[in-house]
């Protein structure tokens, strides 16, 4: 798989009829190895072992309303309140990073209310934070840590 602007961690791989499959830690279950795939099993190992989020606060692609539309969210993590504080986009990496991208995102983020929105395609990240008050964001500089989305 293609090299990431990630720390490089281990993961378990199993293969079957020729087709590659990843351990997912949050799911339990191991999963079809894509690329997109990558990037989310790489981003979501950064975030509990170097930004110290719980694995237990992490939920990955469930199933969301947004205008009466059934959507699916790559992942999302809560406050120990069960509140939802941040949602993540996934991208290959071959995949831009484009304005619709931040339009999809902010449109999952209608009802959700996440206080911030990460994208990433594993090689570039963006992260912002919402103000709900003054209906604006503003980018981060870093990734927060558990710690830092909870103030």
């Not at 594993?122 to 981060?140: A, E, Q, R, T, W």
Request: charged share 30%.
């Amino acid at each position: 798989m293609t090299g990431l602007s990630l720390p490089k961690y281990n993961f378990r791989f199993k293969e079957i009829n020729n087709t590659k499959f990843i351990f997912d830690e949050i799911r339990l279950k191991y999963i079809k190895l894509t690329p997109e795939e990558w990037v989310r099993q790489n981003f979501i190992k950064y975030l509990i072992l170097d930004k110290k989020y719980p694995k237990s606060l992490i939920a990955i692609e469930k199933e969301i309303i947004v205008n009466g539309l059934k959507k699916r969210f790559d992942a999302i993590v809560f406050d120990r309140k069960a509140n939802a504080k941040v949602i993540i986009e996934f991208k290959a990496p071959n995949i831009k990073l484009k304005q619709d991208v931040f339009n999809q995102i902010s449109i999952y983020n209608i009802n959700l209310k996440c206080d911030f929105l990460i994208v990433s395609n594993g090689i570039n990240h963006f992260c912002f934070k919402v103000d709900f008050n003054k209906n604006s964001f503003s980018f981060l500089e870093n990734i927060p840590s558990f710690d830092e989305i909870n103030t």
